[in-house]
């Protein structure tokens, strides 16, 4: 079964709205989720890496205004994106994976964003 | 350079052929590999772990090669169902860095 959960999979919004995506570890504690967005027939792109506990990291080029990352607690890591514009529109997933050596990545199932 | 390149594909084979992706890194401290597998509109699922020793899941086969910092993954008698991108996913916990490959595009044909 899936071990990490992802909420909602697909969100249609208005432009200018903000929209939360959650992202939980089911079984085990992630001290790090990482946020990923991905274009149709791209490559998946790091955005931000979150740490429980303290601000996340983000990668050049993304808007840390924009994308609010908080990770509040070891299983739940939350990315919303404020004042969404059509570009947002976009497949964004998350994943964490646990603190010992050998430990993969986790995969959510992605949040289809639409923004009209 | 980047920290992580693949082959840049797309690999358009065969039923049945076997057919080999690379991926190299840059970080020497990197401790933990990984292939993953994405099919078109869903997440990467974790196809299998890379050790040093090399392993071996079915028609499935990994390598790691740490003096030449890749790891690769082969696929033998492929389906029609191996067709997706295929990612390397490289980690080094000590730093908490991650990083991954732009994934491979496999097309398997009848």
């Known amino acids: 079964g899936a071990v990490v959960s992802q909420h909602p999979s697909r969100v249609i919004c208005k432009s200018g709205t903000s929209v939360k995506i959650e992202c939980r570890s089911l079984?085990?504690?992630?001290?790090?989720m990482f946020w990923y967005r991905q274009f149709p027939k791209q490559s998946l792109m790091l955005m931000a890496t979150?740490?429980?506990?303290?601000?996340?990291?983000?990668e050049q080029g993304v808007e840390k205004d924009k994308f609010l990352i908080n990770h509040a607690s070891l299983t739940l890591s939350t990315l919303t994106v404020t004042s969404a514009h059509p570009e947002d529109s976009s497949f964004y997933i998350c994943?964490?994976?646990?603190?010992?050596?050998?430990?993969?990545?986790?995969f959510g199932n992605g949040t289809r964003l639409t923004v009209t | 350079r980047k920290e992580v390149e693949q082959d840049p594909g797309p690999f358009n084979v065969p039923e049945g052929a076997t057919v080999a992706f690379n991926c190299t890194y840059s970080?020497?401290?990197?401790?933990?590999f990984f292939w993953y597998r994405q099919d078109c509109r869903k997440e990467p699922k974790l196809l299998m772990s890379?050790?040093?020793s090399g392993n071996e899941d079915g028609r499935f086969t990994a390598q790691l090669n740490r003096a030449s910092q890749y790891i690769s993954l082969l696929i033998r008698d492929s389906k029609l169902s191996d067709s997706a991108t295929y990612l390397c996913?490289?980690?080094?916990?000590?730093?908490?860095?991650?990083?991954f490959g732009a994934g491979t595009r496999l097309t398997v044909k009848p």
């Open positions: 994943s964490a994976r646990g603190g010992t050596v050998g430990s993969p990545l986790h």
């Open positions: 079984d085990f504690q992630a001290t790090t």
């Open positions: 979150s740490n429980e506990g303290s601000k996340a990291t983000y």
């Open positions: 970080n020497s401290a990197s401790q933990s």
């Open positions: 890379v050790y040093s």
């Open positions: 996913v490289v980690i080094c916990y000590n730093n908490n860095d991650m990083r």
